[in-house]
């Protein structure tokens, strides 16, 4: 089963469209691994977005997702990074596809609702930032030969 870590962004809570989009993502079959509301600090902002440090834009990212609480989540799932991705849709909000969380509701690059691991590998380190092994569960529901099949 695949993992992939998916933020909330300050946004998203304060729009108050957090059970919106976590729907999305459970009516598509992804079930949850784990699931919190913070505050991210200035250092986990930075360490998350530590691969843009040298981009112009690196310091509004860090600004704006410590604006206000995010909720972090992990998604399992076959294909979980590129299901969720898929449905969050293109990072530019006004150029998202009618029918992604980023096309129905976001306008812009900066505040685009969610960020989602974009590869198996980065999920991993991306999850291990967010979470201690010990926040994370597994388990096999009840109606998973109807999503994923046997």
């Known amino acids: ?31 949850l691994a784990a699931l919190k509301l913070l505050q991210a600090d200035k250092a986990l902002a930075e360490r998350h977005y530590a691969v843009h440090r040298e981009r112009p834009f690196f310091p509004s990212l860090v600004q704006f997702l410590t604006s206000g609480p995010t909720v972090a989540l992990v998604l399992e799932g076959p294909n979980a990074v590129v299901v969720a991705r898929n449905l969050i849709g293109a990072t530019d909000g006004a150029k998202a596809a009618p029918g992604t969380i980023r096309g129905d509701f976001a306008l812009s690059v900066q505040n685009n609702l969610v960020h989602g691991s974009d590869s198996v590998e980065n999920a991993q380190s991306e999850i291990a930032l967010w979470f201690k092994p010990e926040e994370l569960t597994s388990f096999q529901p009840v109606d998973a030969p109807w999503v994923v099949g046997s």
């Not at 962004?9 to 079959?29: A, T």
């Open 1 to 31: 089963m695949e993992r992939t870590l998916i933020l909330l962004k300050p946004d998203c809570v304060q729009r108050r469209l957090v059970s919106e989009v976590l729907g999305r993502f459970e009516r598509k079959g992804l079930r």
